[in-house]
């Protein structure tokens, strides 16, 4: 690998986001740039580098020993980047994980922290769960989160802190034709013998698969089986009209074509939403996100205990821990 005089910042990001992706439809989206952009910015530099970065087919993408190499020094110079920048006042942005673009309230506390402080960056990543998110987190590839806290992996809990910001009643979206379709609110006894699809075999959101387990234990509600992994909205609506099965979700969950959302009930089982980032996190955006979770919970009531209230022990315990 040959050295050249200078490198541009932008092309170390692409390099080391298709790095961590291994992909790069997912790291031109990260990056908020065209798929065709990452790559040229990743031949020009294994051009300057003389190098080959990454083997290329059509099912995978993978690093070659000059990319492994290089890796741990992109990552080092990126970051004496951001610090310097930080010092002389320009932050680099806030990362913050949404999950999705469609999660209502990770959502509107963003745009109510970009409010609060118009100076800063706050730029939005999407990893589609908190555990896919909690990596990034503890590895500072990322800055803040939203979602299920105890349904972390105890050894990154210890890496990571969190606020609670909302309990969210959850759902169930079923098929036009479900014999429970025509109820304004599904009692959980009424799902005995359905199964359900919550997320099992995704390696981003065992959180999620592990929160259904603790509500469907002894209620005779089985859990799907794992489905082909399906990235974006579109893929993943259409390998759940395939299977057909009800999804369990939360109330604000976005409309599918063909299927009907409907309140759970008889307990109302509520999802622990909380804020979440690395510990030892200092940026001049973070206090805003902070607060503005903080006065949405409020505002909305978003921490207010229904009567019927269910949440899974071990998350009462780590909340009650919390306060």
Known sequence: MSAPRHLDPRLLRAFVTVAEELHFTRAAARLYIAQQALSRDVRRLERELGAELFLRSTRQVTLTADGERLLPYARRALQAQDELLAAFGRARPLLVDLNFPEHVTARLVLDRARELAPEQELMARYESGLTGAAGELAAGRLDASFGRFAGLDPALRTQLEHQPVRYEPMAIVL?????????????????????VYAGAGNPRTPEWTDLARRLFDGRGIAIAPPAPLAVGDEEFQRIMAKMRNPILAVVDFPAMPGTVLRPLIDPVPLSPVSLVWRKGLVHPGFDALRRAAA???VEEGWLAWPSEGWIPAIDADMICTHN
């Not at 098929?175 to 359905?194: F, I, M, N, Q, T």
């Open 295 to 297: 006065e949405i919970a």
């Open 175 to 195: 098929p036009e034709d479900h014999r429970l379709a025509s109820l304004e609110a599904v009692p959980l006894a009424a799902l005995a013998g359905d199964v």
